[in-house]
């Protein structure tokens, strides 16, 4: 019970912590200020809206941003369904698949992809049993920045529409989509994967080691 206590304490300092810190520089971020990483990460995101043919400047109505927000999902679901049906037959099985692993069945393909796709995660499966390493990088990873940067944009927009409640737009759900990636979850990834890197958590392609 101590421990249970200690670590629920632990956890609720550490989110107050780095709620007060970023606090302030997400509201920077989501109302378009510079902040202390834009003269990096400025010219990365007004490359990322020539990629995507995205007009900044240009807002959406709440119809819109729901539409946009609906067809990241629903595409991102059958990418990662069909990546992980696929997983044996994919290029590079000497590289990404040497343990062999074969297809992941239909039933928890589908199951993974909507829980990843709605950033519930649940993982009914072994990670190093059932998912090769490109499934793993492309289909699992990329959903915990496309799939948290999704919630978070839900999560602005609701605050958006309580307060322009006599404004015909709400933002740009590119836009928001862009810049939780570029500016918040791209800075927390690069210094936890530094802290791990640090710790002796290393990545790599190699078959499984037993020991």
């Known amino acids: 019970m101590g421990a249970q206590i200690a670590g629920f304490v632990i956890t ?6 780095a709620a007060w810190f970023l606090g302030g520089y997400m509201f920077k971020v989501f109302r378009g200020q510079r902040t202390v990483l834009s003269p990096v990460l ?3 995101e007004r490359g990322c809206y020539r990629v995507m043919g995205v007009d900044e400047e240009r807002e959406q109505s709440w119809i ?6 609906l067809l ?3 595409i991102s679901v059958l990418f990662t369904y069909v990546l992980l049906r696929l997983q044996d037959r994919l290029p590079f ?6 343990n062999h692993l074969p297809a992941v069945p239909a039933d928890l393909s589908l199951n993974t992809a909507i829980s990843f796709s709605t950033n519930t995660n649940w993982q009914n499966y072994a990670g190093e049993q059932s998912m090769t390493y490109l499934s ?6 990329f959903h915990n920045w496309l799939s948290a940067a999704t919630g978070v944009a839900a999560a602005i927009v609701l605050g958006r529409g309580f307060v322009r409640q006599s404004s015909e737009t709400i933002g740009n759900f590119w836009k928001d989509l862009v810049r939780i990636n570029i500016y918040i ?3 927390i990834s690069i210094v936890g994967a530094l ?13 499984f080691t037993s020991y």
């Open 185 to 187: 979850l791209l800075p």
């Open 136 to 141: 793993q990088m492309l289909a699992l990873a």
């Open 12 to 17: 609720f300092i550490a989110v107050f912590v």
């Open 42 to 44: 400025r010219p990365v």
């Open 64 to 69: 819109g941003y729901l539409v946009a927000m």
């Open 195 to 207: 802290f791990l890197v640090s710790q002796g958590c290393i990545q790599n392609l190699n078959p």
């Open 93 to 98: 099985q000497a590289q990404l698949n040497p």
């Open 72 to 74: 990241v999902t629903v």
